[in-house]
Structures are given as C-alpha cells and as structure tokens.
C-alpha cells in the first residue's frame, strides 16, 4: 500500500514544483505588478522559486504543458488503507491557461495528468489559482488562494479537494553592485504537513543569477527543497527544472525530480 500512496504524493510533488516556475513566468502581465527603473532590468534574470505554490499565475492567454520525471521511487511511510494504485512509473504531466478576470483577480486553471503510463489520462485532477496583486506594496506583491485535487477522475478519484493560500512578493539584492531578483513565498494549506495529509505551513525564496539560471530554498511543510531553473537559448517558451527534494535526507525520501515546460503567450 505504501508504494500506490509513494505514486501518488509523487506525482503531486513533481506538479507542484513544475507549475511553481511556470507561475513565475508570467508574473509582470498580472495589472499593476511590474517593477520599474533598474528592478525591471534585474527581473530579466531568471528568478524561480521551487517546491511550494506561488500566489502569481499564468497571465491571460498563456497556455502552458509540463511534464516531471523522477531519478528515484521512495516510501512515504504510510500504512493506511487509502492506498491508490495510479499506474504511475516514473511522471507526471499538467496542461493549463491563464486568464484575467478583470478587476477581481487572474486566474489559473490546470488539468494534472497522473497517469503518464499505459492508459495516458486515465487519472488526475483539476486545479484552480486566484490572484492579486498587491496595491501600494514597496516591492511588485501578490495573494493567491489554490484549489486543488478538484473534480478528480480515475485512481485519483479518493483525493479529498484541498486549498492553500500564499504571499509571494519579487524584492531585489543588490550585491557587488549588481542587482538581483529574488522570489519569495509564504503560506499554508489543507494539505501540506504529514506528507500532504495533514494543514501546514511553506516558505521558500529563489533567487535569479542570471538570464539563463536561477536557484531556490524551499521548506514544503514536512523538508527542504533545492531548486535550479534553466531558460535554454534561443528556445524562449522551453524552460527546464531540477529540483533535490528532501535535500538532507530528514524524512529518507530524497530524490531528483527534473522538468520540462512550454509556454506559448497571446494565445487568446
């Protein structure tokens, strides 16, 4: 049983992580948030943040596809009777869209495909992100609130939905008289703790070191993440990820989890 639910959290690890960077894309087309004057040339270096959601998502008209792969299977630890046998192997995929939705808030929606092996799609779920960006903030500043495991199909139909709400703010460091974007995000959820059982709290904070490269901390409620994002020239909308989850081996679940994601702006 502890193997099915190891499939399961896996792949909800390797989803978040993907949709973390991809969240970052886009974040100066959210109204109002754009930074200004020497910040704006310090956020075209690549700054992402890794292993916990972000309260920006995917401006209008940006559709995006992602898909993770792991080094390495793990136990979760778990002897409960909830197992969930998702036919997952080695990934995870996730297809989704910005949208604005006025004055309101931007939106996000993502279908998250557990089932990459034999019957592709038979399992997932849908997620849904709201966010604002904050008035009057000293740095460009968000709030999101995450819905996720919502409508599931498949072996993913025992997930119960859950809910996260975030803080993300873009300030910058100034060292060596270079300037530097940084990333950073506070928030907790329903299911965070406890391997995504149980609520908790998530912080993390990434910084951008060049155009092409960016690396992040981040505590996902139970360990550490280590994350490095890289922007591959001349390929604007591909985008690759590498992530050391459980980076100390606290809990014996370290592992290397890589990405790959497409972006595609101005669709619609």
């Not at 949709?19 to 270096?45: H, N």
């Not at 036919?87 to 995929?93: I, R, V």
């Not at 399992?123 to 709201?130: D, L, T, W």
């Amino acid at each position: 049983m502890g193997f099915h639910l190891d499939k399961l959290r896996f792949g909800r690890v390797c989803l978040g992580m993907t949709l973390g960077a991809i969240s970052a894309v886009g974040a100066w087309a959210q109204d109002g948030a754009a930074p200004a004057g020497s910040a704006a040339e310090a956020f075209r270096k690549n700054v992402t943040l890794l292993g916990v959601p972000p309260a920006t998502v995917a401006p209008q008209g940006l559709v995006f596809a992602a898909v993770s792969f792991t080094d390495e299977r793990v136990d979760a630890r778990d002897d409960d009777d909830d197992a969930i046998a998702l036919g997952l192997e080695d990934g995870s995929a996730a297809f989704g869209f910005g949208v604005a939705a006025g004055d309101i808030a931007d939106l996000q929606f993502t279908a998250n495909i557990t089932s990459l092996e034999d019957d592709f799609a038979d399992s997932g779920y849908f997620s849904v992100k709201a966010s604002r960006p904050i008035a009057g903030a000293a740095v460009p500043s968000f709030v999101g609130v995450t819905f996720d495991t919502l409508a599931a199909w498949g072996d993913s139909d025992t997930l119960d939905p859950s809910v996260s709400v975030s803080y993300t703010a873009f300030p910058t460091l100034s060292a060596g008289g270079t300037l530097y974007p940084l990333m950073v995000t506070l928030g907790g959820g329903t299911d965070v703790r406890d391997f995504r059982r149980e609520p908790g709290l998530f912080a993390g904070v990434g910084i951008g070191l060049t155009e092409a490269f960016g690396v992040s901390a981040a505590y996902n409620g139970d360990n550490v993440d280590l994350g490095a994002s890289f922007r591959i020239p001349g390929f604007d909308q591909v985008g690759v990820t590498a992530v050391l989850n459980d980076a100390f081996d606290e809990d014996d679940q370290q592992r290397v989890i890589l990405s790959l994601t497409w972006i595609s702006e101005n669709v619609f």
